[in-house]
């Protein structure tokens, strides 16, 4: 009898032990998943944040290229003026050494008579005089050559330094990416399903990081003129395309190129860069929104992308999902819009 309870209680506090050990563990990989979608979304930032950083870097790369064609296109000029003026110069150096020191006062001393001593003394006065400016002026073009030649050699330096940056930049950013996959893959299966289909829902169309796809309704007909129906068209046309650092099209782009490419369909010049572009325009509340309103994100602005109307954006979202169609709200934070249209 007393053996018979001895083994009761046994088998009672086993199944107490694996029902807690399995409690446990669920507690735990809810945890886990959690604590995952906050790394997630902490490294997807991160990735952001140097997303920009290397459109700027391109930015100043971009300007520092067409300073240097101009400076270059300069030295071509100046260095012509410079071997023109050489060439005087060694003529008057020439005709210096047959006079022999021939000047003014050479002049007035050797003339015949008066008129002839005050015209030679004029003349004399008049070529020293020119003789004065060519050579003052030749030292000036020298030195303004000698001057673009050292900008030459800055800018080189600074598009030398900028390369590097952008390798950096781009590591960097890749790291994060790579980081965001090995959190995944840290993950149970079960855990990396949910995890997936929370992404696929959120995503709306376009890859996803598990390669799935969903879908929602086509954004509604715009109301709001032809210009912004463009931008529209041309954001919602490239759902699907590939996500690169720095691009703008044709067949791949980042979040702001995609806003600069599509704006650039109707004519309007956007600099490559979210917060660059939260300059232009005017402010719009959520409440507000009309399609082609451009919508941005994190503190900070390193995200941008395109509103088209139900609750709906297009954006170049991360290089494992690509150009995603997919509500603005519930994803990265909300920062503001801006309308150019």
Known sequence: ???????????????????????????????????????????????????????????????????????????????????????QVAMIALQQFQDQGFGPTAALLSATDLTDALNSFATAQMVAGITDSVLQNFQLQQAALADLQSSETSLVATIN??????????????????????????????QQAALAAQQAAAAGTGTTRSGSASSYAPPPPVQNGAAAAQVVAFAYARVGYRYVWGAAGPNAYDCSGLVMAA????????????????????????????????????????????????GMMVDASTPSRGVLYRPYTGGAPFVGARRLL
């Open 161 to 190: 330094d900028s390369a590097a940056q952008l390798q950096t930049l781009k590591t960097e950013a890749d790291a994060k990416v790579s980081a965001q996959q090995t959190v995944v893959n840290r993950l149970t299966a079960q």
């Open 1 to 87: 009898m007393v053996a018979t309870r001895r083994l009761g209680l046994a088998i009672m506090a086993a199944l107490l032990i694996v029902g807690l050990g399995w409690s446990g563990r669920g507690y735990a990989q809810a945890d886990t998943l959690s604590d995952a979608k906050a790394q997630l979304a902490q490294l997807e930032q991160q990735a952001s944040e140097l997303g920009e950083q290397y459109n700027q870097v391109q930015m100043q790369q971009t300007a520092a290229q067409a300073k240097l064609d101009q400076t270059k296109t300069d030295i071509t000029q100046q260095t012509q003026k410079v071997e023109d003026l050489r060439s």
């Open 263 to 310: 704006y650039a369909s109707v004519g309007i010049s956007l600099p490559h860069s979210s917060q660059a572009q939260y300059h232009y325009g005017v402010p719009v509340s959520a409440a507000d929104l009309q399609p082609g309103d451009l919508l941005f994100f994190y503190s900070g602005i390193s995200h941008v992308g395109i509103y088209v109307g139900n």
